[in-house]
Every structure is written in structure tokens, then in C-alpha cells.
């Protein structure tokens, strides 16, 4: 009960203070803005904010956990490069892949050579 008797008499005090800018300066902008400017505002303030919550700390089983995770994403993500270079050097490989790339670079230049034709007529 004292500590809500302080709090109170706390917050009194700050509404005493803003009410007396406020009879000063006749505006409540501009009975904030002398507040802030003189850093009373911010003090007044920061008497009513909550404490900032500490931050959460992970545990052992945590962190071993995270650290595997990302460490088997690491290796699928290697094992896919990995897979995709042998996949383009290997000399049977890559000669099904040029001919595919190949041809397709083949089909489109002639469809687009004929759509030329066709609309220059």
C-alpha cells in the first residue's frame, strides 16, 4: 500500500506540474513543449514506465539445437550446389544439357524469326 501511496503521490506531482505549465503558457502544446525542453517531461515519464523486460536467455538444449539446425541446412544447401555442379560438369550430363539448352535457343530464335517475317509482310 505505500509503494501505490508513492506511485500516486508520484503521478500527482507530474499532473501538478503539467497544470501549472499549462495556467503559464494558457495552451497545452505549448506547456508540453516547455516541459520537453526542459527534460521534466521526459523525467516525469520515465518515473511511470515499466521496467524493460530482461531478455530471455536460451537454454543449453536451445542453442545445441539451433546450432544443428542451421548446421543441417548448411549441408543440404552444400549437397545441392554440390549436385548441381556435378550435374552440369559431367561431360554426359552436360551434353544432354547443351543440346536441350541448345535447342530450345534454336526453337525460339526460328519462332521468332517467322513472327518477324510474318508482320513485315
Request: neutral net charge.
Amino acid at each position: 500500500a505505500a509503494g501505490e501511496l508513492a506511485g500516486l503521490e508520484q503521478r500527482q506531482h507530474a499532473l501538478g506540474k503539467l497544470t501549472e505549465a499549462v495556467d503559464a503558457t494558457g495552451d497545452d502544446a505549448e506547456a508540453l513543449e516547455a516541459l520537453a525542453s526542459s527534460g521534466e517531461l521526459a523525467e516525469l515519464l520515465s518515473r511511470f514506465a515499466p521496467a524493460p523486460r530482461p531478455a530471455k536467455k536460451r537454454s543449453f538444449m536451445g542453442r545445441v539445437g539451433r546450432f544443428l539446425v542451421g548446421l543441417i541446412l548448411m549441408i543440404i544447401i552444400a549437397a545441392v550446389v554440390a549436385g548441381a555442379v556435378i550435374a552440369v560438369t559431367d561431360r554426359a550430363a552436360s551434353v544432354k544439357i547443351r543440346e536441350w539448352a541448345g535447342q530450345s535457343v534454336d526453337d525460339l530464335s526460328g519462332e521468332l524469326r517467322q513472327t518477324l517475317r510474318d508482320n513485315t509482310r
